[in-house]
């Protein structure tokens, strides 16, 4: 039972180009999140899914794209990298609380 | 909108002395959720305690402890005879009814220092 998985754990990025975070879980939790943290900001909620084939924006949504076809992952995707995307990502699954994912670094330069 | 304040950016103890971390929310719902998480050094984050708002008991596990007051909107944690192993940042979090709790408003977190 791995729980959350994500990858990559790091990622360089030049500005414009594009990537894919990686998801996947193997609880069969209906309900997935992705959120960025930020020095001195906490974290805050990219796009959610409450099951396979619906996903919602959440507080920080612009720049982020996410799609969910299965269950078990709800990938994030950069579709043209900016530096304020510099962050570290996590995925998270919900039941009573949240699981994350061991999180993933982004640098964009 | 919700907010939650977490007024302690930093704060360092020595081994074994008692330390609270002070947690502030705003909510217009009568109904909500209270968390909070724990990430050390090595970036995991771990999930600590929910309690929704009409449960207004202190609870206990072990040497943390929570202070849940609506009146005051505080959900404060303390951590009795602090550890080398505590030193990490804390987050508290807020949720609405509607979501109960799968969409969090966190505060900006405390980095909590523990010297041996």
């Known amino acids: 039972n791995a729980g959350v998985t994500q990858t990559p754990k790091f990622q360089v990025l030049k500005t414009g180009q594009s990537m894919t975070l990686q998801c996947a879980q193997d609880m069969n939790h209906e309900y997935m999140s992705w959120y960025r943290q930020d020095p001195g900001m906490g974290l805050r909620l990219i796009h959610y899914s409450v099951g396979a084939g619906i996903t919602d924006q959440g507080e920080v949504p612009n720049g982020y794209n996410v799609s969910r076809s299965t269950t078990e992952d709800f990938p994030l995707r950069l579709l043209s990298a900016a530096p304020s995307q510099t962050s570290v990502y996590f995925c998270a699954t919900w039941v009573y609380g949240y699981t994350f994912g061991s999180g993933t670094r982004l640098t964009v330069v | 909108a919700q907010k939650v304040t977490q007024a302690q950016t930093e704060i360092s103890v020595v081994e074994k002395e008692d330390v609270t971390l002070d947690c502030v929310y705003e909510?217009?719902?009568?109904?909500?959720?209270l968390f909070w998480y724990k990430q050390p050094p090595s970036g995991e984050l771990v999930f600590l305690i929910r309690r929704n708002s009409f449960d207004e008991q202190n609870e206990i596990s072990g040497r943390y402890s929570w202070n849940f007051q609506k009146s005051t909107s505080s959900f404060n944690f303390t951590i009795t005879a602090s550890q080398v192993v505590d030193s990490a940042v804390y987050f508290c979090?807020?949720?609405?009814?509607?979501?109960?709790?799968?969409?969090?408003?966190f505060g900006e977190g405390t980095q909590l220092t523990v010297n041996p």
């Open positions: 909510t217009r719902d009568t109904t909500y959720y």
């Open positions: 979090a807020l949720s609405d009814q509607e979501t109960s709790g799968s969409r969090l408003t």
